[in-house]
């Protein structure tokens, strides 16, 4: 007989790259939702940081540009099926090329592709999903769109975007196959005294 799921989605974690560390309250955060996993899609830096996230919980976790360009070998793409939600979890770059060609429209326009470009093309490429998780982008988004839901969870270390709290959500795949999203914030530790 199936029961809940209770999945933390994080992603563009970014330790080692933008951030020296995986965020502490972010991580007391996660260890205290008591998911049954952990998915993070993407831009993960260092694999410390699953090493840390699957004490916690069985974790999956998708290759990001940054990853890549780190060398930090990880599935590009995790699919799965609970409660009969067929999920796909994929950081949403589509590929180092595409992430290219998304940089030389930046420089030659002063624009960059918005979600919902990475959402069709995402769409395209997974047929086959219901529910399609990615990172990248740094912004939330729960939403449907030519019949499948798309969530991002924001950016999960402290940034200007984010007002310098960690963003992560909390995923429930109920028995009946129904989805529940929580969008969740984090606000850093205080500095330590001197």
């Not at 793409?77 to 949403?92: K, Q, S, Y």
């Amino acid at each position: 007989m199936s029961r809940d799921q209770r999945i933390v989605i994080l992603a563009d974690t970014h330790t080692g790259d933008r951030t020296p560390v995986l965020d502490a309250a972010l991580l007391r955060a996660v260890e205290a939702e008591q998911p049954d996993r952990i998915f993070h899609a993407g831009d993960v830096c260092k694999p410390e940081v699953i090493e840390r996230l699957s004490q916690i919980a069985p974790t999956n976790a998708v290759q990001g540009n940054r990853d890549w360009f780190m060398r930090y070998h990880l599935p590009m793409e995790c699919l799965c099926e609970i409660n009969g939600v067929r999920i796909t979890l994929a950081h949403g770059h589509m590929s180092i090329w595409e992430w290219f060609l998304n940089y030389v429209f930046l420089f030659l326009f002063g624009t960059m592709s918005g979600h919902r470009h990475f959402q069709k093309k995402l769409a395209k490429k997974y047929p086959q999903s219901d529910l399609i998780i990615y990172g990248h982008i740094h912004r939330r988004q729960d939403e449907v769109m030519d019949g499948i839901r798309f969530i991002n969870p924001g950016v999960s270390y402290p940034e200007r975007r984010n007002q310098f709290k960690s963003q992560y959500a909390v995923l429930t795949v109920t028995a009946a196959g129904e989805v529940l999203v929580a969008f969740k914030s984090v606000p850093p530790d205080p500095p330590a005294p001197v």
